[in-house]
């Protein structure tokens, strides 16, 4: 039997990112493993599989959204930032940058998104 993450191979689609390709990769061979080993409704357990597989691979403070309709307004950290969907399910996937002082500014991003603009 196939799983999940065969069944929709190449249907990720990004839709905005600043990440490094290799890290994009990872984290959408995260994504597909985490819908292979959940139930598709279990969002939560879907997106606490990603977020402490980035944790592991990249250090502290990763945090991951999925679902299949939201809206987000977030501060990032710059080159840490992928929004991609699979078929109707989407996830968001920031490393935060309160870690940094207010000095380094221009290291943090900010996006604001809700359906209604897509």
Do not use: N
């Not at 309160?98 to 943090?108: I, N, T, W």
């Amino acid at each position: 039997m196939r799983g999940f993450s065969e069944m929709l191979e190449g249907r990720a689609v990004v839709r905005e990112t600043d990440m490094a390709e290799a890290m994009r990769s990872h984290v959408m061979e995260l994504a597909y493993q985490a819908l292979d080993l959940h139930e598709s409704s279990d969002l939560q357990a879907i997106a606490h599989h990603i977020k402490q597989k980035f944790d592991e691979a990249y250090g502290p403070s990763w945090h991951c959204v999925v679902g299949k309709d939201f809206g987000s307004c977030i501060t990032h950290l710059c080159g840490c930032f992928v929004f991609f969907h699979i078929d109707a399910m989407e996830f968001l996937i920031f490393k935060d940058g309160k870690d940094f002082p207010e000095s380094k500014e221009e290291a943090v991003g900010v996006l604001q998104r809700s359906r209604s603009s897509s």
